[in-house]
């Protein structure tokens, strides 16, 4: 899909489960976060499938204390590797998944949420 074509859309199976792992463990800010997910609604944004969200803004005070909070990885079917980075914008509000591949190639298969390693910033 070309970035920014489409309009508005509820979260994917994939994006929740993912975004959901993602924000499993505690940290600074989770929870505001947890909060916008529940009604964000996002866009596709590029070809690797990063998305932009549109969320309510909630509290800032209780937002995390980085923009980019939590990195996700994993590996597509052929090895190489997948990065996810959340981005909070400075209102505290979420404001994108940043999705890329190691190598720049098209990513063949998403990881499963399960599978991914977490680092919290």
Do not use: H
């Not at 590996?75 to 940043?98: A, C, F, K, T, Y």
Request: charged residues 30%; aromatic residues 4%; proline residues 6%.
């Amino acid at each position: 899909m070309p970035p920014q074509t489409e309009g508005w859309r509820d979260l994917s199976k994939w994006e929740r489960e993912t975004l959901e792992r993602m924000l499993q463990e505690a940290f600074d800010g989770r929870d505001a976060l947890l909060t916008q997910l529940a009604s964000a609604r996002v866009r596709t944004i590029d070809e690797e499938g990063s998305v932009q969200f549109d969320a309510p803004l909630v509290d800032t005070s209780q937002g995390p204390r980085y923009r980019n909070p939590v990195v996700a990885r994993g590996q597509d079917q052929d090895g190489i590797p997948i990065e996810m980075v959340l981005l909070v914008g400075e209102d505290g509000r979420i404001n994108e998944l940043d999705i890329w591949k190691g190598d720049g190639s098209a990513i063949r298969k998403r990881p499963k949420a399960s599978s991914l390693q977490i680092v919290i910033r």
